[in-house]
């Protein structure tokens, strides 16, 4: 079973609705669906909040160490309560992901984040569980760090927020270890596919003023 959600993201305002934020944008989000306020705790060096579901404890956190050292708080909470590594899920933007698509996985490199990096780092491991959450890439790969601190357009946030959305639904699986069921349930897109083009009949004449 999940005991701890780990959302990652830059603290502050200036970053708050920027790409890099999304998994800070889950977190916020399920704890208005558990009824709990992350509050901050500076033994963990973030914002945390605990809950009880189903006789277990559950703990949510948003490390507010900047993106680069967040397993200094992930490491330091999980250690304290002897929380392993299949025990936790880290939620984080994903470049390699459109908009709109999000995917859950356990291990398995860190692929450049700067958050994962730290996180193998401070927990000794890369067993933990991942929920990526599209973002999107900027086609260059020198444009990335720029790409990841800029707010998404409107029609990309729409995306990002209903894949919270979609995803969030199988807390509660995520919660009682049924990893299967919810990687199944969050896998099934809920994005609708774009229709393709009208074309006109083979004999159909053009459409003009006159004929309209």
């Known amino acids: 079973m999940i005991k701890l959600f780990v959302g990652l993201g830059n603290p502050g305002p200036e970053y708050e609705n920027t ?17 709990v306020t992350l509050v901050p705790e500076r033994s963990y060096w973030g914002l945390m909040a605990r809950t009880t579901i189903n006789g277990q404890n559950v703990w949510l956190l948003e490390p507010q160490t900047f993106m680069n050292l967040s397993g200094k708080s992930v490491g ?10 299949e025990e936790v899920l880290v939620v984080h933007d994903e470049l390699d992901f459109e908009p709109g698509t999000v995917k859950l996985k356990q291990g398995g490199s860190h692929g450049g984040h700067n958050g994962l990096r730290d996180i193998h780092a401070q927990l000794g491991s890369h067993n933990y569980w991942r929920l990526r959450v ?10 990335v760090a720029n790409w990841v601190l800029k707010k998404p357009a409107p ?12 995803s969030l639904k199988s807390w509660p699986e995520i919660v009682a270890g049924q990893m299967d069921k919810a990687t199944q349930a969050i896998h099934t897109s809920k994005a609708p ?5 009208r074309k006109p009949a083979p004999d159909a004449a053009p459409t003009t003023p006159e004929n309209a």
């Open 19 to 35: 790409r890099h934020n999304a998994g800070f944008w889950w977190i916020d989000a399920l704890a208005r669906e558990l009824k």
């Open 76 to 85: 330091a909470l999980a250690r304290f309560f002897k929380i392993q590594p």
């Open 134 to 143: 599209g973002i999107g890439h900027p086609g260059d790969k020198s444009e």
């Open 155 to 166: 029609d990309q946030m729409k995306l990002i927020e209903d894949s919270i959305i979609h």
């Open 193 to 197: 596919r774009p229709k393709p083009p």
